[in-house]
């Protein structure tokens, strides 16, 4: 590469994108870990879309109507940092970058969703990023119908690396986008051509602009490092109405040693490196200086975007009260005031009319009365529409011909589902929830933990969570999935025994502000348990007193979802023989970790025997059978021991064990 | 679709295949449950296949050159079912046919592996078997290199579905395919334009065919009812050397009133449309009839293959007696006797040299004296060679130009890694490991369940397992990992704390026949805490006294992995204070679940204080701590409560309070 005749073909950019390279490089060097060469590669790039294109106000950056930047090649955070530094964003202060992958910046290794402004996902994990922005750009699309171009009218741009693209997940997001006709999603491929083992042919020789084709996009192949090719991509990118490739030939490392090599993916600290590489780009700066021509340069590009939010912000006033209130409130995540009078009538009209239906029926019964109150919310399935019970009847099918429409057929896409998700809740304005059968939350995993990490409250419909599905067999019947959720941080797991706790779980789901809820939901009919009405949303609880024993206590039973109905009748079995029993509700073991002492003591009190049932392996329940004693006591545990098998549901209860007469036996051989 | 054309057209292969549509219909209509749609739509195909291409021999199923037929749409489990029966499997037996999707039956609701011979893999959910596919295909390359053409040289070929190819993981598979050219992998792709929630377009207007062409493969498009096509198709298929996709156009419950359409992907119980269908089919017999020379037509298929299989097995004696008996030492899954003394020399020279490595470089270490004796291993990484430390010196990379090479870079493709692996353990002569970060086996899971649900016995090399990777912060940070994998039936989750146990952990990995393993291997240095060389592997008894107490035993500390340094330090703790502390390292719970009870109780007998130490959450420690005692006991936790943080990893095991001091300050706190 050139890099005179780069600097002289373009000197003011040139310098511009060196600030951050040298950024960069100081940075890693300081921190002596981290990725050199993304930044380096891309800066040209980022240069000219931040300069001429992002619509930003680094004064305001929760702007709703800002252009959303999302670094799916995460590694490369420091190309973020250095943007949102040198643009003047206030909390991206110098120190900051100096502190480069130190506890308690906000300079994390990898660009982390609520550390620094500017920030609009985690990146990191590979795929993830572009996945995200498919959701943004679903998000932006179905707001911009519902409020108007005049509040909602913006881009999504996207730097995808290799690595991003050989994920199975970008191509789950690939055809969403191309699907959707999603015009205002921009991707920026860093086509470097190295990964960390070597060149991308190493393993992999897809020609991506003839896979980007394939699927409905627009797609241009540019010099990454030519400023006028870049505006001029970036320009024509706007204007189609299809989703944009934008394939930039770059060089990782650039000007470095390392250049085009996988040695410059990864941390350059040589100090000679250094030295040679900013000499060759004509930097004669110490580190961390930027002189002062370049940062005002930059600073101005950071203003840049001031008239344009003052007169989005003089629109906002334009509009109705009625309309600004309600965007106001979607963009707060606040639900509706008559939600709560909504879930209170529903669940009275259930106790009343005791329904035996499934949980994920229930699930829809809620979703009907939910949707008509909460524009804001946007659903869909992962090709499981009719079984995971999620498109209710005033939605409309979101598509080019039918941007308000807020529900989605995601097609078989569990993965690409739930990053969209989590890239709507990150957009703001729009509470996302999508299905699919409880046991491939395995596909849709690298999402929801990203969920649960940025504390996104997206809500996962999880049905057939059970043997109880049936014939379908062990590939489709999830039995340590409750077990990997729970143990995964800032995760609501919530698993309703009936249609109150259902409509109590949604409640919850919709209110979270800041953790993700996964419901699991059952295929097969239940009964109503709950048949007292009660204003109180007992599942905000997380567990609570289903049932008191008659006579004397001597046994509490445990259960969520399915197996609640075979606690209460384990119960009758006990109560007559004279056993008293307690059958406690356990629908969301978060909720009920959160009580304080007092109330989990109410609850599962010292010196009963304490019986566990639940359809699924029992890896956490010591937890509530011993762990939270300080007495020696007693506990059992009846559920699965493996994977399941293939018949009717109730041939499997009884196969497995999973049944009243077994729970009984259980207390009694305890007692 | 006129149905008479084709039966006219072809009569006799059009009542051949008839064969498979009618059993289809009525075994869903038996078990009133199922997917009808599929095999109806791709009965002509697979009976093209069967009849003239796929080498197999219905007598001899284990034979290990036979073609390999994979049916990635699982659901269309009947299609299969159909095909081993009427080609005279013998343990096909029509009734277990008529026990489709009944407790007990080999004719799950999904292919199982295992039930019944024939199904080369489990399928149902989607997407895995087009990537199990890419695995047998690359350990059929790898072996013809190795054994020469005379003992192998098959196809595999594969049904795949749309929902196969929208999910991400069937892009990961393409890729792996594409750059490998795997000549000898064959996909036919049932093209039918319908999903669960209708037609393709709702979802997804992929051209797919330029799709797979961008990634090397070679395509075609037939009409996917014309045997003519099919045939001419798969031929041509078989001679080009890249992988091959036929797109077969074709109809969904074909020649039933739900032709077309997305009711027809389900179960078709209706008496009335069977009755109609069988009719518009010329097909005049009763329930599961089969016509004689219908019957006898198939069974000549089934038997095509016998003198092939029978010059296959005189080529085996051709060849010498030690090639022999490495092929059916392959075969068989065992170890060379050689292992376990390489093994012990091993551990005897680290036990002596006592090395402070990361247990990802012990790996190394113990790959690097296992590979040049296991001809069979083939290695692999997701793009993280040189953390994952999977590479060693001999084995040569795999490509068309190195088809003996044993290791593969996989690209950033965790998920098509892990499937690939399937795919290679369940081609038989194979044992396959791979690499990536412990944090992204979240998008390998998938395909983990299904290793563990089939029990075929891969190594997932899965480094970098808790914070002590530093400073890429939480996104790379695994602390629910070790829970989700350990809530897994059938999966060996082993930690090991030093390079004496990593070489253990490697040697009960190879020797596991039915159980895969994850090591989680730590990237930070590590000291050799098995000081004492014991010819026993220890690590096989899941946990053991690493160290006893020296005055009276009050307390006993659990560790795994890197912790058990700590715990260590922490009974020099407590021991300086006269406080008696046992250390069990326990890298394997469920090979310590195994274990009578009377040695659980003796690593862990009653009456001492128990704590346990783990650089993750503590889901599921109260087994250990409180589960199986029978006294009243304290006990502690010290280890992760939520996600971590960017920083030197030091740095954050001291702010998480991860330390011997607070491991000897919870002890205290218990006393």
């Given at each position: 590469m050139d890099i005179a005749a780069l600097r002289k073909a373009h000197p003011e950019h040139w310098m511009r994108a060196a600030a951050i390279r040298t950024l960069t490089l100081d940075a890693v060097a300081a921190a002596n870990s981290g990725h050199s060469g993304m930044p380096m590669g891309m800066a040209d790039v980022a240069t000219v879309l931040y300069e001429k294109h992002l619509k930003f106000d680094a004064s305001a950056?929760?702007?709703?109507?800002r252009d959303r930047f999302i670094l799916s090649a995460g590694h490369g955070s420091m190309l973020i940092y250095s943007l949102l530094h040198l643009t003047g964003y206030s909390d991206m202060t110098l120190e900051q970058v100096k502190n480069f992958r130190q506890l308690g910046a906000i300079t994390a290794g990898h660009p982390e969703y609520g550390?620094?402004?500017?920030?609009?996902t985690t990146t990191g994990p590979l795929g993830q990023g572009i996945a995200n922005a498919v959701g943004f750009a679903l998000a932006e699309e179905n707001q911009r119908a519902r409020f108007g171009k005049k509040l909602v009218d913006h881009y999504t741009y996207c730097i995808a690396g290799d690595g991003c693209l050989m994920e199975g997940v970008s191509q789950e997001a690939i055809g969403i986008a191309g699907r959707h006709e999603l015009g205002h999603l921009i991707v920026l491929w860093d086509n470097n051509n190295i990964t960390i083992d070597g060149t991308v042919e190493l393993s992999d020789r897809t020609d991506q602009v003839q896979r980007f084709k394939a699927s409905g996009w627009h797609v241009q192949e540019i010099d990454g490092h030519d400023p006028e090719q870049i505006d001029a991509a970036i320009e024509k990118a706007k204007k189609t109405k299809k989703p944009s490739m934008i394939a930039c030939k770059t060089h990782i490392?650039?000007?470095?040693?390392?250049?085009?090599?996988?040695?410059?993916?990864?941390?350059?600290?040589s100090a000679d490196l250094i030295r040679d590489t900013k000499e060759a780009y004509g930097w004669s700066y110490g580190p961390f200086e930027i002189p002062d021509d370049v940062k005002s340069q930059w600073e101005a590009i950071g203003k840049r975007g001031a008239s344009e939010r003052q007169a989005w912000e003089a629109r906002l006033l334009e509009v109705s009260g009625s309309k600004q209130k309600e965007f106001a409130r979607c963009y707060a995540g606040d639900v509706p005031k008559k939600l709560s009078a909504t879930i209170k009538a529903l669940k009275k009209q259930i106790s009343e009319s005791q329904p035996k239906v499934a949980t994920r029926k229930a699930s829809e019964m809620a979703l009907e009365v939910i949707n008509p109150i909460m524009g804001e919310t946007f659903g869909g399935s992962a090709d499981l529409t009719g079984s995971n019970n999620t498109l209710t009847s005033d939605m409309g099918v979101f598509g080019p011909d039918n941007r308000k429409g807020r529900y989605m057929y995601y097609g078989i896409r569990e993965h690409g589902m739930a990053a969209a998700m989590n890239g709507m809740a990150l957009h703001g304005g729009t509470k996302a929830y999508g299905g699919t059968f409880m046991c491939f939350t395995d596909y849709a995993r690298g999402a929801i933990r990203l969920s649960a990490l940025m504390g996104v409250p997206v809500t996962y419909v999880m049905?057939?969570?059970?043997?109880?599905?049936?014939?379908?067999?062990p590939t489709h019947q999830p039995v340590e999935h409750l077990a990997m959720l729970r143990a995964t941080p800032n995760l609501n797991v919530i698993r309703p025994a009936d249609a109150v706790e259902t409509a109590e779980a949604w409640e919850l789901a919709l209110a979270s502000k800041s953790t993700p809820t996964v419901m699991a939901l059952s295929r097969q009919n239940l009964p109503t348990v709950r048949t007292d009405h009660t204003l109180k949303n007992q599942t905000s609880m997380g567990a609570y007193v289903l049932a008191e024993a008659e006579s004397k206590r001597q046994a509490i039973l445990m259960a969520t979802g399915s197996e609640v109905e075979i606690a209460l009748a384990a119960r009758d079995l006990l109560e007559a023989e004279g056993i008293g029993t307690r059958v406690v509700s356990m629908p969301c073991w978060e909720l009920f970790d959160q009580q304080d002492e007092s109330y989990r003591r109410k609850i599962l009190p010292a010196g009963p025997v304490r019986v566990a049932v639940e359809a699924a392996v029992g890896f956490g329940w010591d937890r509530w059978l011993f762990g939270e004693r300080g007495k020696r006591d007693k506990g059992g545990f009846v559920g699965m021991e493996g994977f399941g098998a293939s018949a009717p549901a109730e041939t499997l209860y009884e196969h497995f064990g999973i049944t009243a007469q077994a729970v009984a036996d259980k207390v009694k051989s305890l007692l």
């Open positions: 950056p929760d702007w709703p109507d550390h620094a402004k500017g920030i609009e490392a650039l000007g470095s040693s390392a250049q085009d090599t996988s040695k410059g993916h990864g941390a350059l600290t049905t057939h969570d059970s043997i109880g599905l049936g014939e379908d067999g």
